[in-house]
């Protein structure tokens, strides 16, 4: 039987709005911690999911911290720096949304609220925020991650999506396994650590893109930038084919490949195709003016 | 087919398949994640295997899903309603290859003499599949089919159709659809002979 | 019994991995000859592993998206059966300085960022099919541009779609050509003249942030559309200047996301 339970959060506490025709059965467990100082308020929602859940927190100004917490419970901490931002707050079966309301005359400090999560570990998650910083650690479910300027940290996630979306914001990713991760961003730095999977891609305009991992599991992975640098280090024993162009800048590999014939390849000091052991992925590194290394660890 | 099984509970949502077929036909949007997320990695699976291009897979079982769902209303339940939905992303995947002049049946003759699968020459006679397959091997060799060998590959060995109903879904003979289905396992056990001898030469 | 009929017969005979019941004749072929024995073997190996694929892999979860907005457009979710009535309000975030006006104002990003990537898509192809009157003439003789300067009532209600899908032709939206002045013109086109209004309603820091997002992705495609010009058999430089316009969407949308 389905649930849909709604709730509607103001700072000074939890007004519960409404419940769905259709009999409540899910718990949705509020508390709410009101700190009188400088009208600083903390709040804590409780919900009770099933596996799979779905996790999405937006606000505007303010960081948000996602961890890995017990499978069946979805538990947010909501600190809220004024009186001119609220917290809402909904479920909808399995569906869990928060996002902050800036009320009139909100500004980034005053509508700024900070959110820790714990969340299951499968659970799909959709984070926004405008000027972060976004982080999520120990997940292996589906992760969509977008901010503005919000600095962006990933690690140790495994068997999952991430979508990651920044205009200036850094986005950093550690430990991600079998992971089908696609990152853009129009001027932030990529720094990609032990990232491997099917299908990685990224690209930055401006920015520039790091990777430091083995480009392992037979994988697409794809790095393009425009102005930015790009610079890839890989053990001597990477099983890839690398196909490397900078239309107006240099690439450089210290890696002993073996040369393919393609167009690229005419290009000394601007590209280069190979491969390196079997072979297993493929690796394709882009730019336009960037400078492109790929240096052995 | 062996898609077709019983009614499905979703665990999350605590309510069973044909609740949320029911809450869907009223239009709950919670009801169509719910079939969403139960069918997702099926559809999407078999949309990748026919097609061997993610993106085209996304759009394919985007399609599919949305066709479903149009038709919700009419769904009595007379087949399981995975049934239906296979059939329909079948369906939407033949019609996808057919639009861009794919065979959907392999024109055997062509093929035969267009083949590029690796030969004997290569020096693969000494190797065998013995043991269990590596699964991202298995599926580079499938994407190395010839698209009407795949078809019927992958509804039948991935896909679990029986004969009859691939006769009837992609339009051939079922002595055909067997045919096929044999000549794209052989080409299969070629290719993946193939990739292990390249990695034992090249490891 | 020989190879060559065992060969010819197994089609008809090997259905699937656990298919074990071979006529005698041909069950003490297979296991006296050791090619025929490890072709049966193999090809049951290949049968039963091919069941591990079905339902391996999960589509991105923008797969859902996408069909949550069709089934909404097409009237197929009911808002009065998934969501409380107007007592309880939607968890959307507004801008502080939010006018109610903001938001049919910002309904325009949704068909320029799908212009801009229409005017990328249509330079690229201009340039790849008559590079050399291109070469001699750095703006089309189309008629004249124009992403979207349309006033924001005559957008289409279901205008946020369009961001999702690719442009369908390089006309852009309301059937006028796109837009190149953008990759030549170092001046703030309308477009972005209206694109800066309207991500003015997010505060002056945020103005300023985008400002200087737009200057550099227009930088990037006039840099691009230079060397295009310049190199117009370079496939890889038009990849990159159609990846430029990509970027410049790719701001609308982050935007366009904000501010709805």
């Avoid at chain 1, 305009?205 to 991992?213: A, Q, S």
């Avoid at chain 2, 339940?77 to 959907?104: I, Y």
């Avoid at chain 2, 070629?190 to 292990?196: I, N, S």
């Avoid at chain 3, 004249?144 to 279901?158: E, L, M, Q, W």
Wanted: glycine share 6%; aromatic share 6%; with cysteine.
């Amino acid at each position: 039987m389905a649930s849909f339970r709604k709730a509607s959060v103001r700072q000074a506490g939890i007004q519960q709005t409404s419940i769905h025709n259709t009999a409540a059965v899910t718990l949705v467990l509020a508390t709410c911690l009101t700190s009188a100082a400088f009208a600083e308020s903390k709040k804590e929602y409780r919900f009770a999911v099933g596996p799979n859940a779905i996790v999405s927190v937006d606000t505007q100004y303010g960081a948000i911290s996602v961890k890995s917490g017990s499978g069946d419970r979805v538990i947010v901490t909501a600190t809220l720096k004024s009186d001119n931002v609220e917290v809402d707050q909904q479920q909808s079966g399995n569906r869990v949304e928060i996002a902050s309301h800036l009320l009139q005359g909100a500004n980034e400090q005053t509508g700024r609220v900070d959110y820790e999560v714990l969340i299951p570990p499968d659970a799909t998650l959709n984070l926004h925020s405008s000027i972060g910083p976004l982080s999520v650690e120990q997940l292996h479910g589906d992760l969509t991650l977008e901010g503005t300027d919000a600095v962006v940290n990933i690690s140790n996630v495994e068997n999952c999506h991430v979508h990651v979306r920044t205009m200036r914001g850094p986005i950093t990713l550690a430990g991600v396994r079998n992971g089908h991760v696609e990152i853009a961003t129009i001027s932030g730095d990529i720094h990609l650590k032990s990232v491997t999977g099917p299908l990685v891609l990224a690209s930055s305009g401006g920015g520039r893109i790091f990777y430091d991992g083995d480009f392992g599991a037979g994988g697409d992975y794809k790095f393009t930038t425009h102005t930015g640098d790009i610079e890839a280090l890989a053990p001597a024993d990477v099983s890839a084919e690398f196909r490397v162009h900078s239309v107006l800048g240099r690439v450089h590999t210290d890696f002993p490949l073996l040369p393919h014939h393609s167009r690229y390849s005419m290009k000394a000091g601007s590209s280069f195709v190979g491969t390196a052991g079997k072979a297993e992925s493929a690796v394709v590194l882009r730019s336009f003016s960037g400078r492109i290394r790929l240096k052995q660890r | 087919m062996a898609a077709g099984k019983g009614d499905l509970t979703d665990p999350k949502q605590g309510i069973t398949e044909a609740e949320a077929i029911e809450q869907a036909k009223r239009g709950h949007e919670a009801a169509f994640e719910v079939l969403y997320h139960l069918h997702k990695r099926r559809v999407y699976s078999l949309c990748l295997r026919m097609v061997s291009n993610p993106a085209q897979a996304e759009d394919l079982a985007q399609e599919a899903f949305l066709q479903l769902f149009r038709k919700i209303s009419t769904f009595r339940g007379e087949s399981a309603f995975s049934t239906w939905l296979h059939r329909m992303t079948v369906n939407v995947v033949l019609m996808q290859l057919r639009k861009k002049g794919l065979p959907v049946v392999s024109l055997e003759e062509t093929l035969e003499a267009e083949d590029e699968a690796p030969r004997k020459e290569f020096g693969t006679r000494d190797v065998k599949l013995t043991g269990s397959i590596d699964r991202l091997q298995l599926q580079r060799a499938i994407d190395r089919l010839p698209p009407g060998y795949r078809t019927v590959f992958v509804l039948h060995d991935v896909e679990g159709f029986e004969h009859n109903e691939i006769a009837q879904m992609v339009g051939c003979s079922i002595g055909n659809s067997k045919s096929q289905l044999h000549k794209a396992r052989l080409k299969l056990r070629e290719y993946l002979k193939f990739m292990r001898a390249e990695k034992a030469k090249t490891g | 019994m020989t190879c060559s009929d065992v060969e010819r017969v197994l089609p008809e005979l090997f259905d699937d991995a656990s298919d074990d019941t071979f006529p005698p004749d041909l069950d003490a072929h297979v296991k006296s000859c050791p090619a025929c024995s490890d072709l049966v073997s193999d090809l049951k190996l290949i049968a039963s592993e091919a069941r591990q694929l079905a339902a391996t892999e999960g589509p991105a979860p923008r797969v859902w998206v996408r069909i949550a907005a069709e089934l909404r457009a097409e009237g197929l979710i009911s808002d009065s059966a998934t969501r409380e009535p107007k007592s309880a309000p939607r968890p959307t975030p507004v801008p502080a300085s939010g006018s109610p006006r903001w938001r049919w104002r910002a309904l325009w990003l949704a068909p320029a960022a799908a212009a801009v990537l229409a005017a990328g898509a249509y330079v690229i192809s201009y340039k790849q099919v008559v590079p050399q009157v291109a070469q001699q003439a750095p703006t089309p003789q189309a008629p004249a541009p124009v992403i979207p300067t349309a006033t924001p009532p005559s957008v289409p209600a279901t205008a946020p779609q369009q961001v999702a899908k690719k442009p369908a032709n390089p006309t852009g939206v309301n059937g006028r050509v796109p837009a190149v002045e953008a990759a030549v013109e170092p001046e703030p086109s309308a477009e972005d003249q209206q694109f800066l209004s309207v991500v003015s309603t997010l505060g002056p820091s945020m103005r300023a942030t985008y400002e200087s997002q737009l200057n550099a992705v227009n930088a990037d495609i006039r840099e691009t559309q230079a060397y295009v010009d310049r190199n117009p058999g370079d496939a890889d430089a038009r990849q990159h200047l159609m990846d430029a316009f990509q970027q410049k969407a790719l701001l609308y949308q982050i935007a366009l996301d904000r501010i709805q």
